[in-house]
């Protein structure tokens, strides 16, 4: 997986993580700049969900983007 495409493009593509993660805020995203770690904390504060779950969940969806 690469990851430094989300972070490069992360203008574009935090529009996408907040229609999957809707409790983030664009605060949040804008402290995020498509760092991985830093949205895996961010999801697991606002919802409430265990680091492992979390880091499913960013897999599931970064897999199911058209890049």
Known sequence: MDW???EGN?????????EQWG???????DVVEGKRDQ??????ERY???KDQVTK????WYG???W
């Open 64 to 66: 199911t983007q058209k």
């Open 39 to 44: 949205l895996t904390g961010k999801i697991q």
């Open 23 to 29: 409790k983030l805020t664009d605060d949040d995203l």
């Open 10 to 18: 992360w203008k574009q593509v935090k529009g996408q993580v907040k």
């Open 4 to 6: 430094n495409r989300v």
């Open 48 to 50: 409430g969900i265990a």
């Open 57 to 60: 969940d960013i897999d599931t």
